[in-house]
């Protein structure tokens, strides 16, 4: 991924940080527009047709629904800017998908296969451009007027393919007037490196464990198949919320401020909980645009259920464009409706070990039907993780060389460092002690990308 490779450390970011701060603020949206062009370009320059494309459509499309007298006219604008953004999403996203599962249909074999590559980030900044049309017609903020703010905004390379998803009324005035401040810059140095050790120096090594035992979990055994499966829970997390804190960070490089994208989930003490914590601003993107517009909790115990199936379908359908994505979505609606209606009291009443054990043994299954290309190799993972066999690897061989990366992992996915760092940072030798630790992080992130080819994208289906 881009933010992890030295071409981006040691060239791109360096010159944009460099001219950025140099140049007068009036200039620097500008500037920063064409930087993130130059970002995106740098993988895909096709697919920069379509991000431009969706700059356009939906900054006229604001412009148009400002200038409306009639609500029905509005409503008509907004109609049509959700449907031509969803739309680009379907055709690159799920053509694929829809056109190999009618082919399975007798009478309509002969559909020819649909082969799109999928744009990188399509899933995050189509989301950021319907919340601002929606957020225009709800009157939660107004129409941009300035075109090359706006299409900063939904380009803005930091956090443009891997989140947090932006709300443009929450960016709107830094992009108008942002103060960028040594306190703020140093801050955001902190935050990357920190979003970039989760990447490189952890995430990356548990996904060696879990490549390693996906590629044959019978013969791994029950043992390694459990490990496999935590281990790669500790590299979804480590590799996005990693992602996120670099994006946080870059932000504030910058001058922006972004949402809080994690908040050490794996703490959680129910599902409920955990969905609290992780991947916030997704959440809370469904909660405000699709439950409560579609009634929320408002309209009775089968309605609410109704909505919650709904969200939760859409987020497992968001996530990739595969049915065992919609399975893992429901997976997730009918545990949060069973803690909801029935199971939550109890939950509750449970020692808090137990508590958090229940809520990670839950998750950990959930992302076996996240990590496999199909449900029936997750069914197949699964079943081995359920049916005791001590397979033909070694499970405990192949797994005890981990032991110790694996306490790390689990050490460093709770908040333990973030306290610790709390209760000391304003001693003396805190900020000596801060710029040795960012060091150390980026020769050692410098020294595993230059001798490991292993930095895999884990969100590039977004």
């Known amino acids: ?97 829809f056109a190999d599962t009618l082919r399975n249909i007798p009478g309509l074999s002969g559909i020819p296969q649909v082969n799109i590559a999928l744009p990188i980030g399509i899933s995050f900044y189509t989301f950021q451009a319907v919340s601002y049309l929606i957020d225009v017609y709800w009157g939660d903020c107004e129409a941009s007027g300035n075109f090359i703010n706006f299409a900063c905004y939904i380009s803005l390379f930091p956090q443009l393919i891997a989140g947090p998803i932006v709300r443009y009324k929450d960016v709107n005035e830094q992009l108008v007037s942002r103060k960028e401040t040594p306190t703020l810059f140093n801050s955001g140095v902190r935050l990357f490196m920190v979003g970039m050790a989760k990447k490189v120096l952890l995430a990356n090594q548990f996904g060696i464990l879990w490549d390693t035992v996906s590629a044959d979990p019978v013969a791994a055994g029950t043992l390694a198949a459990w490990c496999g499966a935590i281990a790669y829970s500790l590299q979804l997390y480590f590799d996005f919320s990693g992602y996120s804190d670099m994006a946080r960070g870059l932000g504030r490089m910058l001058g922006f401020e972004f949402c809080i994208n994690f908040n050490y989930p794996y703490i959680s003490k129910s599902v409920t909980e955990f969905w609290r914590r992780w991947h916030i601003s997704l959440s809370s993107w469904f909660r405000d645009y699709v439950y409560i517009p579609l009634g929320g909790n408002r309209c009775g115990k089968v309605r609410q259920c109704v909505n919650i199936f709904i969200v939760w379908g859409l987020t497992g359908f968001w996530h990739g464009a595969g049915w065992n994505f919609l399975f893992w979505g429901l997976y997730y609606g009918v545990l949060l409706l069973l803690e909801k209606l029935v199971l939550g009291k109890y939950i509750r009443k449970l020692p808090v070990p137990l508590q958090h054990l229940y809520a990670l043994v839950i998750v950990v299954i959930g992302w076996v039907f996240f990590a496999s290309p199909n449900l029936s190799t997750a069914m197949g993972y699964l079943a081995v993780m359920f049916t005791p066999s001590a397979g033909t690897m070694g499970g405990a061989s192949l797994v005890l060389p981990w032991l110790g990366m694996g306490i790390l992992g689990a050490v460093a996915s709770t908040p333990l460092a973030s306290k610790v760092w709390e209760k000391g940072k304003d001693r003396k030798a805190a900020p000596l002690i801060e710029g040795l630790l960012c060091l150390a992080a980026l020769l050692l992130c410098t020294a595993s990308l230059v001798s490991d080819s292993y930095n895999p994208f884990l969100y590039f289906r977004f």
Do not use: C, D, W
């Not at 009639?70 to 799920?94: C, D, E, P, T, W």
């Open 1 to 97: 991924m881009v933010f992890s490779s030295l071409p981006f450390l040691f060239l791109f970011l360096t010159v944009v940080l460099l001219v950025s701060h140099l140049l007068p603020f009036k200039f620097r949206n500008f500037f920063l527009l064409l930087a993130n062009l130059v970002f995106y370009a740098y993988g895909e320059p096709i697919y920069i047709l379509i991000m431009i494309g969706s700059i356009l459509v939906n900054f006229f499309g604001g412009v148009l629904m400002a200038r409306q007298s009639s609500q029905g006219r509005r409503r008509a604008v907004l109609v049509v800017g959700i449907i031509l953004n969803l739309a680009a999403l379907g055709v690159f996203k799920y053509a694929g998908l």
